[in-house]
């Protein structure tokens, strides 16, 4: 079982998204990215950053190919 990671003691919450703010991480979130806009820890251009990563092809798997 893994550890459960130590971010020290939850110091608030967002206003804008609730997410915990914790000691450790000098009173901002740990946990990224919210994606909410408007959020005050977060720059406008980090936000969906996520949205332009593929994670998997976009033809496809080979294998799953063969198998049909």
């Known amino acids: 079982m893994k550890k459960r990671e130590d971010y020290g003691d939850c110091t608030g919450k967002c ?3 609730t997410v915990n703010l914790w000691s450790s991480s000098a009173d901002k979130p ?3 990215p919210c994606n909410i806009e408007g ?11 996520r949205a332009s990563i593929f994670e998997t092809s976009q033809t496809g798997s080979g294998l799953a190919q063969i198998d049909f």
């Open 30 to 32: 740990v946990i990224w």
């Open 39 to 49: 959020c005050p820890y977060e720059h406008p251009s980090q936000q969906n950053r």
């Open 15 to 17: 206003a804008i998204c």
